[in-house]
């Protein structure tokens, strides 16, 4: 007989579709008893089981086990267990149809004492692209310890019994109670510190006295990772678990206990480690610093000579006298005798809100900014709402080393990269290494890229060569957007005297401004109206463009006094010259809130003269993949 043993703990949405699996599986040719061992749960689980126990496809019993800690949830289960192997299941799996046939087949046609098979995920939204480095790759297979996944590929051979993990552990009951049973696994916060390495000590066991493990590949399940385990706290967590469970293992094996001290210190060369990379993604100038080829020749002559002339330049050759006397009002005003269209609109403080509580991702990883957040969250947010970014469009956030901006949106449903010039050359899962004036990217490949705090840092004619290259880059109807798109009453090139001259280009007209704020940056240009109608407009070929004015921003940086907020233009290019939005704000409301109930399911969501977007999606993702995330569709475990 076949005892399955279903450890649970208050997860009974996650149990019921676990039984349903079991109950919907191939019978095998053997009898076999499902038992629920509940480790005093609180949240219905005992009346969701016995709703099930009706029906009598097989025997299945409830059973609590009122002392806390996996391993009495699974020595209680098989000492009431009536068969000669067990079979561990956890409460947020579901098992394929042939799983149990598999098992008891390799019992049966083998000399196994203990099986495992795959463990692949059910991913709740796609997995983040920073989860790939956590994928181990070995001679028997891959597996990914932090979310309990393992694949050994698709033929039935013995393994080591270290690669028969708890989420799907078949044992013989006699072996399992000879080698000890399991060492304490999961336990209450509380009780953390009693934590230890579960069956890991018990498969040690099982090789040491010569019994033989067997891995199947039909004995299949499927694990349900959750977003909230697709995150950087989700793994922190895991890890500081894994320490505590190492730790048990080490003492027990060898006796040695550590100083904390030497693990603390340990501890922060590894934060040290963090922050330095932090760095290098969020400042390209530090990059290019690692990356010289030698430092033996001293840079602090041209410092030195340029903090001079920085020292001893007039008012107007700094970028200080520019911040003080800009009147975007008369911008716009010149802008639209040039021929530009210009459209006023306000930012609706209240949705803002919405969204970024929507993207808290987008929070955390800002947040370094200082008073600079709020502000490069609202050129995430114009530009998510004026190009109306939706399932089925392919995004691209241009110059975007960094940002979790296109992770974010591919847990939308979006298909998303990033492009930066740091990154390796060509596409790379979600990455895409190459120049933005230049991507090396097919025709039409997408249909909406955006620029947050980035145009402006192109230099030479990178701004202009960017304009022709969207063009063809982009699909027909696609469309890009520039936030904030920068403009003084004459054209300038802002640049550090902390930076390197040299390798400066000053546009022909424009005049060298130095910075004077925080930012050490080599190059910021800001046009005037007329050189923006001149360099950038006319050349926009079969694009039409639309500038974009917030006429409110005094009213947001009142709302965020401690914030600096200067996204007064946000430019937005269409290709063929289809503009979805139409000249009157009435217009653009009505198709606004078709947008929302076409796409996002409002409805009746009114937007008079101010900006706002839906930002909640309510269609659930359910991803079967490998263990490996799949970008590629076509991609198959064995090619990856």
Avoid at 128 to 138: A, D, L, N, S
Avoid at 142 to 151: E, S
Avoid at 529 to 540: A, Q, T
Avoid at 627 to 639: A, G, L, M, N, Q
């Amino acid at each position: 007989m076949i005892s399955i043993i279903v450890c649970t703990y208050n997860r009974v949405e996650l149990l019921e579709k676990t039984l349903e699996s079991l109950l919907a599986m191939k019978e095998p040719a053997a009898d076999y008893e499902i038992l629920v061992v509940d480790n005093n749960s609180t949240d219905g689980t005992r009346d969701a089981v016995y709703s099930k126990i009706s029906q009598e496809r097989a025997s299945l019993s409830y059973i609590r086990e009122r002392n806390a800690g996996l391993h009495n949830v699974r020595h209680r289960g098989a000492i009431e267990a009536r068969g000669d192997i067990i079979c561990y299941q956890d409460d947020d799996q579901m098992v394929d149809k042939l799983w149990l046939e598999a098992v008891v087949e390799t019992f049966n046609t083998t000399d196994a004492d203990l099986v495992g098979g795959k463990i692949l995920p059910v991913y709740e939204v796609e997995p983040p692209q920073w989860i790939k480095q956590f994928v181990g790759v070995t001679d028997q297979g891959v597996r990914m310890g932090q979310l309990g996944l393992i694949d050994l590929g698709n033929e039935i051979k013995r393994i080591d019994p270290s690669y028969v993990w708890g989420g799907n552990y078949s044992i013989r009951k006699d072996v399992l109670f000879e080698c000890g049973g399991f060492h304490p696994d999961s336990m209450p916060s509380n009780l953390i510190k009693y934590r230890g390495d579960g069956e890991t000590a018990l498969s040690a066991a099982i090789k040491e006295k010569g019994y033989k493990a067997y891995y199947n590949p039909k004995a299949c399940v499927y694990h349900y990772i959750p977003k909230e385990r697709l995150t950087v706290e989700y793994f922190c967590k895991r890890m500081f678990c894994q320490g505590i469970s190492d730790s048990f293992t080490q003492i027990r094996k060898d006796g040695n206990i550590q100083n904390p001290i030497t693990l603390k210190i340990r501890d922060a060369y590894n934060k040290g480690m963090a922050y330095h990379h932090e760095q290098v993604l969020s400042d390209p100038e530090l990059l290019k610093w690692i990356l010289k080829k030698e430092y033996f020749k001293s840079e602090n002559s041209s410092i030195e000579a340029q903090l001079k002339q920085f020292e001893n330049c007039s008012a107007e050759e700094r970028q200080s006298f520019y911040d003080e006397n800009r009147n975007y009002y008369e911008f716009k005003e010149r802008l639209i005798e040039l021929g530009v269209p210009v459209k006023d609109i306000e930012i609706d403080i209240n949705d803002f809100e919405m969204w970024r509580k929507m993207n808290p991702a987008m929070e955390n990883s800002y947040k370094r900014l200082g008073d600079a957040f709020i502000e490069k969250l609202l050129e995430h947010y114009l530009t998510y709402t004026l190009l109306e970014i939706k399932v089925g469009d392919v995004f691209i956030d241009v110059a975007a080393s960094g940002s979790p901006w296109a992770d974010i949106l591919s847990e939308k449903g979006i298909e998303s990269y990033r492009l930066d010039l740091s990154y390796e050359r060509g596409i790379n899962g979600r990455d895409i290494g190459a120049d933005a004036s230049d991507t090396k990217l097919p025709d039409n490949f997408a249909s909406v890229l955006t620029l947050h705090c980035a145009y402006e840092c192109f230099m030479g004619d990178a701004d202009r060569l960017f304009i022709k290259e969207a063009e063809r880059i982009l699909k027909n109807n696609g469309r890009f957007a520039i936030v904030p798109l920068y403009f003084d009453p004459i054209y300038l090139i802002l640049t550090s005297p902390y930076c390197d001259q040299g390798e400066v280009i000053i546009d022909p007209g424009a005049k060298k401004v130095w910075r004077d704020d925080k930012y050490k940056a080599p190059f910021s240009r800001h046009y005037s109206p007329e050189v923006f109608v001149k360099r950038i407009y006319s050349k926009l070929n079969t694009m039409k463009g639309q500038l974009y004015f917030i006429n409110n921003i005094a009213e947001i940086q009142q709302a965020y006094p401690d914030q600096k907020v200067y996204c007064y233009f946000v430019f937005v290019g269409r290709k063929n010259g289809v503009s979805n939005r139409s000249d009157t704000e009435k217009e653009a409301s009505e198709e606004l809130c078709a947008f929302r109930q076409n796409n996002l399911g409002y409805k009746n969501v009114p937007v008079p003269s101010r900006m706002g977007a839906d930002h909640s999606d309510s269609r659930h993702i359910e991803r079967v993949a490998t263990i490996i995330p799949v970008y590629s569709r076509e991609k198959t475990i064995e090619e990856l």
